[in-house]
């Protein structure tokens, strides 16, 4: 009966063949840069005409980049891509509001494209290895593996299938409203540093410093924390453990990255929520789902014990 129920349900492909799909993915990543040309233009022209930026804009990009950064490391990442801790409802919506405010794209997209990451990591079928193209082309070493896997990969990779990769999302109605939601966040990652602007300065000009430095190149600055771990933590660094992708760790990115770029670490412990494993490794995300953790709004913390650790360092 069994055999009979199996041969029965319905194959769910990885990946959808749709040109309609593949052509909104082209556009969503010629709007982001498209918005980050504007915001380079917009801060340039307004420093040009006497209005540089100053610490109320220094402090807003800080702010909003945290904000959608922690979004997309501890949220879309850590949290509901790999499982690696639980939080209440109310964590789990801010957190995927937060992380939709970086314009990476919808949650469900988002985690269902870095499952697929995991699942073929540096080899056939990873949307954004530097060493091979999804069809199984190997790409040479130097330039051409670095560029593909920093931003160019994102113009036209295949589009993962939610229903197959993100199935647990799609059940979860709540997470799924707010998914559906996505550009209303993306446009209030946008008002949100302009009303700032707008509230601290007294000014028009004052809102339109914030939406450049808060909101557009902010946005940029979130992509290219991504795409640094998409391409440098695959390609420089030491490996720690011993892992079937060519992950790295590197420190240096560490601040940047809110800690994603314990990269190594992650290939290695996928389910853990905080990728610090050496007193010196510096993990902002980690630290701020150990405080959620300690204010009882987070549990069942992933980390990796000492002996899990060791075994897979001496594998190395
Ligand atoms: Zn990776
Ligand atoms: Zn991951």
Same mark, same amino acid.
């Given at each position: =009966?069994?055999?009979?129920?199996?041969? /029965?349900? !319905?194959?769910?492909?990885?990946?959808?063949?749709?040109?309609?799909?593949? /052509?909104?993915?082209?556009?969503?990543?010629?709007?982001?840069?498209?918005?980050?040309?504007?915001?380079? +233009?917009?801060?340039? *022209?307004?420093?040009?005409? #006497?209005?540089?930026?100053?610490?109320?804009?220094?402090?807003?990009?800080?702010?909003?980049?945290?904000?959608?950064?922690?979004?997309?490391?501890? %949220?879309?990442?850590?949290?509901?891509?790999?499982?690696?801790?639980?939080?209440?409802?109310?964590?789990?919506?801010?957190? $995927?509001? =937060?992380?939709?405010?970086?314009?990476? &794209?919808?949650?469900?997209?988002?985690?269902?494209?870095?499952?697929?990451?995991?699942?073929?990591?540096?080899?056939?079928?990873?949307?954004?290895?530097?060493?091979?193209?999804?069809? *199984?082309?190997?790409?040479?070493?130097?330039?051409? #593996?670095?560029?593909?896997?920093? =931003?160019?990969?994102?113009? *036209?990779?295949?589009?993962?299938?939610?229903?197959?990769?993100?199935?647990?999302? =799609?059940?979860?109605?709540?997470?799924?409203?707010?998914?559906?939601?996505?550009?209303?966040?993306?446009?209030? *990652?946008?008002?949100?540093?302009? +009303?700032?602007?707008?509230?601290?300065?007294?000014?028009?000009?004052?809102?339109?410093? #914030?939406?450049?430095?808060? %909101?557009?190149?902010?946005?940029?600055?979130?992509?290219?924390?991504?795409?640094?771990?998409?391409? +440098?933590?695959?390609?420089?660094?030491?490996?720690?453990?011993?892992?079937?992708?060519?992950?790295?760790?590197?420190?240096?990115?560490?601040?940047?990255?809110?800690?994603?770029?314990?990269?190594?670490?992650?290939?290695?412990? !996928?389910? $853990?929520?905080?990728? /610090?494993?050496?007193?010196?490794?510096?993990?902002?995300? &980690?630290?701020?789902?150990?405080?959620?953790?300690?204010? #009882?709004?987070?549990?069942?913390?992933?980390?990796?014990?000492?002996?899990?650790?060791?075994?897979?360092?001496?594998?190395?």
């Amino acid at each position: =009966m069994s055999s009979i129920a199996e041969s /029965r349900r !319905p194959v769910i492909a990885r990946t959808i063949e749709s040109p309609r799909m593949r /052509r909104s993915q082209r556009r969503h990543a010629v709007a982001v840069v498209v918005l980050s040309a504007a915001g380079i +233009l917009l801060a340039g *022209g307004l420093a040009v005409a #006497g209005r540089p930026p100053g610490l109320a804009e220094l402090a807003i990009f800080l702010v909003f980049f945290t904000i959608a950064g922690l979004g997309i490391s501890v %949220g879309y990442h850590r949290m509901f891509t790999h499982q690696s801790f639980k939080a209440k409802t109310p964590v789990r919506v801010a957190l $995927a509001i =937060m992380g939709s405010m970086a314009m990476q &794209g919808t949650l469900k997209f988002w985690v269902a494209l870095h499952r697929r990451h995991h699942e073929h990591s540096d080899a056939p079928g990873d949307p954004h290895s530097p060493y091979v193209l999804e069809d *199984g082309t190997p790409l040479r070493a130097g330039f051409a #593996g670095f560029w593909h896997s920093y =931003m160019a990969w994102s113009f *036209g990779h295949e589009v993962p299938n939610s229903a197959f990769y993100a199935r647990d999302l =799609m059940r979860d109605r709540l997470i799924s409203r707010v998914n559906d939601l996505y550009f209303v966040w993306v446009a209030a *990652g946008l008002a949100l540093p302009a +009303l700032a602007g707008g509230w601290i300065h007294g000014s028009w000009i004052g809102a339109l410093q #914030g939406l450049a430095w808060g %909101g557009l190149i902010r946005i940029y600055a979130g992509h290219n924390m991504i795409w640094s771990i998409t391409s +440098l933590t695959h390609i420089f660094g030491r490996r720690d453990f011993a892992t079937r992708d060519r992950s790295t760790n590197n420190g240096w990115l560490a601040l940047f990255t809110l800690g994603e770029s314990w990269h190594n670490n992650h290939h290695a412990f !996928p389910t $853990a929520a905080v990728l /610090r494993f050496r007193w010196y490794q510096f993990d902002p995300s &980690g630290l701020f789902v150990a405080a959620l953790e300690k204010t #009882g709004l987070a549990w069942d913390v992933g980390r990796p014990g000492k002996h899990a650790l060791d075994a897979k360092l001496k594998s190395n």
